[in-house]
């Protein structure tokens, strides 16, 4: 089945039967250790997670596959198919960052992955941990969990550079057919949004909302401007609410039948036009819950939202369908620090926390937090956090160490 790696001997599959994940106690899960400084994060957060699943009985098999640098250097190619086949067979994968070249070379192996293995809603949640600095003066109300649309919009990747024969194509195409007037050195890109990828990311972002005791799901667009696109995933959104009955209310509903307060067991789904909601994530940060996404706007609004709280080092991320997952930081491969043990591991720790969320070890998952914001609080920082707080200053490994006997604390 695999080229050139194999699977561990010990440990088990996790499965999906019957719409629901198999997580046996010692799953067998693959990693990607990645570029640049995958090399100092993801060591830290294998030592985290290994001591966050014993301390729940549990004991993670890891299997390691390649991606980036190492994967060309050992199959000649930047994202070998051994890489998407165990992903695919085991489900559930941790990765650390991969380089992806600018304006040239090859095309994202971040976007590949999500779109060859279809994992379709990128989640990101976004919270304050006690200690870390943040330019607001109340980070605590930061508690969101943004759900961003990982396969359309303009980051589908149908684009064709100026003077290219398919963009010549269109441009004429266009005038003729339609009597539109494009400019011929035009770069031209097409922003796909469809029904059926617009109900499922609204759907799972729903589903996540009732299942986590969350309050509000707002549709964050731009449907004012690009009507059949942004509007339409407005539109589509509204549509998927129903299918969940009473369950889901509207804003009018909200004020009319409940006074503003929203009932236990239900969550508000409302819209938000996504200029205004990065001023309002600033002015009126505690309103906002989960909000869901077209791609470009979940990108931007991702980012933002990670600075309100303590910036990239820290900002968990992953990359999930019904039945597949994986877990990975927001941050790049820095490649300047590769190899430093010099930043900070949280962002690849917290990203195996939403893993163990996943497979449904919450108990683990808050224990990883907490140990995570002990060790701020303890002031046993990276440079990036010293910086601003001073403190102890420490390594990558250093760091996760930290973790680890907080961890065995608590
Ligand atoms: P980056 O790698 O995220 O680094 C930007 C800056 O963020 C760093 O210089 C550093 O700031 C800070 N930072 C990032 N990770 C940190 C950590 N763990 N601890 C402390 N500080 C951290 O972004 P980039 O330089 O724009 O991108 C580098 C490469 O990564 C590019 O090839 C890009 O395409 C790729 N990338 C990959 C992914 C992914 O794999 N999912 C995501 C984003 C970017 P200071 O120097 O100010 O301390």
Redesign the pocket.
């Known amino acids: 089945m695999f080229e050139k790696i194999k699977p561990p001997e010990e440990g088990e599959k996790i499965r999906y039967e019957d719409g629901k994940l198999i997580v046996p106690d010692n799953p067998i899960i693959p990693y990607i250790e990645?570029d640049?400084?995958g090399v100092d994060?993801v060591p830290a957060a294998l030592m985290v997670l290994d001591a966050a699943a014993e301390k729940i009985g549990k004991e993670i098999v890891w299997f390691e596959i390649y991606a980036g640098e190492k994967a060309y250097k050992l199959y000649g190619e930047y994202l070998p198919k051994d890489t998407l086949n165990a992903i695919r067979e085991f489900r559930v994968a941790l990765k650390g960052?991969?380089?992806?070249?600018?304006g040239g070379g090859y095309r994202?192996l971040?976007v590949t992955i999500r779109q060859v293995l279809d994992l379709y809603a990128c989640v990101r949640p976004v919270y304050y941990l006690k200690g870390v600095p943040s330019p607001l003066k109340n980070p605590e109300k930061v508690n969101l969990v943004i759900f961003r649309e990982t396969t359309e919009d303009v980051y589908a990747g149908i684009e064709w550079p100026r003077g290219s024969k398919e963009a010549l194509k269109i441009i004429e195409f266009l005038r003729k057919e339609f009597g539109i007037e494009v400019r011929e050195d035009s770069g031209i890109g097409l922003k796909p949004i469809s029904e059926f990828a617009t109900k499922r990311i609204v759907r799972l972002a729903i589903r996540y909302a009732l299942e986590n005791e969350r309050r509000v799901v707002t549709l964050m667009h731009k449907g004012n401007i690009m009507k059949y696109t942004e509007g339409a995933f407005r539109e589509w959104g509204y549509e998927v609410a129903k299918e969940f009955g009473d369950k889901v209310i509207t804003e009018e509903e909200l004020w009319e039948k409940y006074d503003g307060e929203v009932p236990y067991g239900k969550v508000v789904i409302n819209d938000r036009i996504a200029d205004n909601m990065f001023q309002q994530l600033l002015t009126r940060t505690d309103e906002y819950d989960v909000i869901v996404t077209p791609n470009l706007n979940g990108d931007y609004i991702s980012d933002m939202a990670a600075g309100l709280v303590g910036?990239?080092?820290i900002a968990p991320g992953s990359n999930i369908r019904e039945d597949m997952g994986v877990f990975?930081?927001?941050?790049?491969?820095?490649?300047?620090?590769a190899g430093q043990n010099k930043?900070?591991?949280t962002?690849e720790i917290l990203s195996g926390a939403l893993m163990f969320e996943f497979l449904g070890w919450k108990e683990g998952a808050e224990m990883i937090k907490k140990a995570v914001e002990m060790t701020i609080q303890q002031k046993i920082v990276?440079?990036?956090l010293h910086r601003h707080i001073g403190g102890t200053l420490v390594g990558t490994r250093e760091f996760a160490q930290a973790v680890v006997e907080n961890l065995q604390s608590l």
Do not use: M, Q
């Open positions: 990645g640049g400084i994060v960052p991969l380089t992806t070249p600018v994202s971040n910036g990239l080092g990975e930081p927001v941050h790049g491969s820095a490649p300047k620090y930043v900070n591991p962002a990276t440079y990036d």
